[in-house]
């Protein structure tokens, strides 16, 4: 079964400093992962996605995220945190067989000015 | 254009009522897909329709019923409201491939 792991409940980072949000997947076959954000009271949106290729993805707002195989992790990443990075941040894998889509717990992003 | 919308935004009833939630998608998707969302944040995954069939049904009570009339839309109905039920329930779709999901805004369902 597909499934992905992200340990921390809440990250804190000042302003200006890097961000790492953690996730580690479990997938039979190859992996599609991706990042999504929840700012409050709103609908997840897409940050980006892993499918082949380059082990580091880019995506929106400045995010990238390191594709890791012997690892298992999927980790999303910022070289410079912002206050309005503050937000809910949710792994997932896609089980391609059913088009279906797996998420993380969320890690609560806290970016202090 | 808004790609995935529900409605309504917030639904406030008393239990054991019944209700329903709609959602529309226009980006020509084939699978749509509704998820709960509790109030520890956690997303999980109720049902799934791929061009109008039921594909997946991730052991919820019967109450809740989903329809499809065509593979833009894709309503929840639920009977008998429970205290439990309360939460935001999100509409979501995608497409077959590599592509991602498409959330709606949600809806907040409070039963009080």
């Known amino acids: 079964a597909q499934s992905v792991a992200q340990p921390e409940d809440q990250v804190n980072v000042a302003e200006g400093n890097p961000l790492t949000v953690k996730c580690t997947y479990s997938?039979?076959?190859?992996?599609?992962l991706f990042w999504y954000v929840q700012y409050p009271n709103r609908g997840l949106q897409f940050l980006l996605k892993?499918?082949?290729?380059?082990?580091l993805v880019k995506g929106s707002y400045g995010f990238e995220a390191e594709f890791n195989k012997s690892q298992t992790s999927f980790h999303l990443k910022k070289p410079s945190a912002l206050v309005s990075d503050s937000a809910l941040y949710f792994c997932?894998?896609?089980?391609?067989?059913?088009?279906?889509?797996?998420f993380g717990s969320g890690t609560k992003l806290n970016v202090k000015p | 254009d808004t790609a995935v919308s529900q409605t309504p935004k917030y639904l406030v009833t008393q239990m054991g009522n019944d209700k329903s939630i709609k959602c529309e998608q226009n980006l020509g998707h084939d699978t749509m897909y509704w998820y709960k969302q509790d109030s520890k944040k956690f997303l999980k995954i109720m049902f799934s329709y791929n061009n109008k069939e039921l594909i997946i049904n991730e052991t919820v009570p019967n109450r809740f019923s989903p329809k499809s009339p065509d593979k833009a839309h894709l309503n929840l109905h639920i009977n008998s409201l429970e205290l439990g039920d309360s939460a935001v329930y999100f509409c979501a779709s995608s497409q077959a491939g590599g592509q991602g999901v498409y959330f709606g805004a949600g809806t907040r369902l409070s039963v009080l």
């Open positions: 997938v039979s076959g190859n992996p599609y």
């Open positions: 997932a894998v896609r089980d391609a067989g059913f088009n279906k889509f797996y």
């Open positions: 892993y499918i082949t290729g380059d082990n």
